[in-house]
């Protein structure tokens, strides 16, 4: 997922404020807690396959491609390929293939980036019903904001911003058990205003 905003607490700020050190140790603390959760729901080493599917405002398909990714020792490979089974080159930077998909959405890198702090504006917002605190992950010049559910640390939606406004969203529509691991076997991945959105499916988890 991209970006724009100032997002950490600095020491400047926290110098600034009355709270007591204790206290200013929690507000440290606290975003940090959050991120790591989300982490430890990512496994380390994986191997995933499934499909990349764009569509329509109307829903129909305007093409889909298969993808494997493999990560192991922090290092992460990706691949897609047609409908022949013939594999396709893609960029890294940007959307694969005309698709809404991009290398972040597949490999969820932002959750590594080392800035991130509370988006402060939009303290305790909901996503399927559940109660939310909302972070901002930054790597640069990229900004991608993260829904955190605050009863099990899961990722609950992204966005990527640019100039402070979202230009994609990213969500789960289904879990399924892989395994002895739930996780989302179904995503949406829309690039607003486009009029299309592409849907990936995960369909093997080892």
């Known amino acids: ?8 607490l600095s020491g400047a700020m926290l110098a600034n404020c009355s709270l007591p050190a204790q206290e200013t140790a929690a507000v440290q603390a606290a975003p940090l807690s959050l991120v790591e959760q989300c982490r430890a729901m990512v496994p380390k080493d994986v191997s995933i396959k499934g499909r990349i599917i764009l569509r329509n ?4 398909v305007q093409a ?3 993808y494997s990714l493999d990560r192991k020792d922090g290092a992460t490979e990706l691949a897609v390929s047609g409908p022949d ?12 293939l005309g698709t809404d998909v991009t290398w972040s959405d597949l490999t969820l890198d932002y ?4 800035e991130f702090g509370f988006d402060e504006q939009r303290e305790s917002e909901t996503v399927h019903g559940q109660v939310c605190d909302v972070i901002l992950m930054k790597n640069g010049d990229r900004v991608v904001r993260v829904w955190v559910d605050r009863k099990t640390g ?8 640019v100039s402070s406004l979202p230009v994609r969203r990213l969500w789960g529509t289904r879990i399924k058990k892989f395994g002895e691991r739930w996780a989302p ?18 369909e093997e988890l080892t």
């Open 64 to 66: 889909e491609y298969a």
């Open 154 to 161: 899961a990722m609950m939606q992204a966005e990527e911003l």
């Open 85 to 96: 089974g013939e594999s396709i080159p893609f960029e890294k930077s940007g959307r694969i």
């Open 111 to 114: 959750l590594w980036w080392d």
């Open 185 to 202: 076997n179904v995503l949406e991945v829309e690039t607003i205003g486009s009029g299309h959105r592409t849907k990936i499916i995960i």
């Open 1 to 8: 997922m991209r970006f724009c905003a100032a997002l950490v």
């Open 57 to 60: 405002r109307r829903g129909i």
